[in-house]
DNA sequence: GCATTATTTCCATATTTATGGAAATATAGA
DNA sequence: TCTATATTTCCATAAATATGGAAATAATGC
């Protein structure tokens, strides 16, 4: 991972409607949540979490599919742990035998 | 840690000085680097650098500390750790079982 | 005290980001 | 096709963030 989609992931969740976003969607497991119940939970307006989900979207931490009338979220778990061992690795340059590998966040026992 | 400081802590690294500024430090150790050989290695005019190196010690990322007419900056380990197992906690709500534990992040040996 | 060096603060400006109403688009069922 | 529902796009506005020159502050040695 390059400096600049580090930045631009951590800017995506460096804001707490987002970040709340992304953590919703990470317990909402593989499913996801259509966009409705996120704004609902999160008491969001539309054209916000729009906004908000766009963001996160673009920056590859989360994902969306169709179904039906409704557009589901979920949360890109294999971007969390790139943007996590990319930290881990500068919060840990020159000294990386002391940092743990921060690859198997996941929600099953698989990876997607 | 609550969720408005993991935002504030994301947001002092979510931009591409701040985060090459962190990752110089890191790299620096413990001792760290006066602001002048920060500005001068990442090119950066004293009265950005100053702005950005406020917003890293304001989130608490990094420490200053006066050696003579040097400031010299260091990185927090510690709280780069905090908020790794943040992320990973929320990263893996539900299924904590999965995540390693990122709290050894440091330096040295120890932990400071 | 004065000159030198290191860093910060002040300030104006530019740029980016966030907000939410209203209208547009898309899907599905009757 | 008409209607209802879900979501996005458009747009204006507000707020926050980034930039860097110039001046101010702070520390040191002579």
Redesign the pocket.
């Known amino acids: 991972m390059d400096i600049k989609s580090a930045v631009t992931q951590l ?1 995506s969740i ?5 970040l709340e976003i992304f953590r919703l969607l990470v317990q909402a497991g593989i499913e996801g949540l ?6 609902e939970k999160l008491d ?12 996160l ?1 673009q920056a590859g931490l989360i994902h ?1 599919r ?8 979920t949360a890109n778990y294999a971007a969390m742990n790139g943007l996590l061992a990319y930290l881990t690795e500068n919060c840990c340059a020159g000294v990386t035998e002391c940092c743990p590998d921060v690859t198997s966040c996941n929600p099953e026992k698989g990876n997607e």
């Open positions: 800017s460096a804001q707490e409607a987002r259509p966009a409705g119940s996120i704004g969001i307006p539309p054209s916000t979490l729009s906004f908000h989900l766009k963001e979207s969306s169709q179904v039906s009338r409704f557009i589901y979220y």
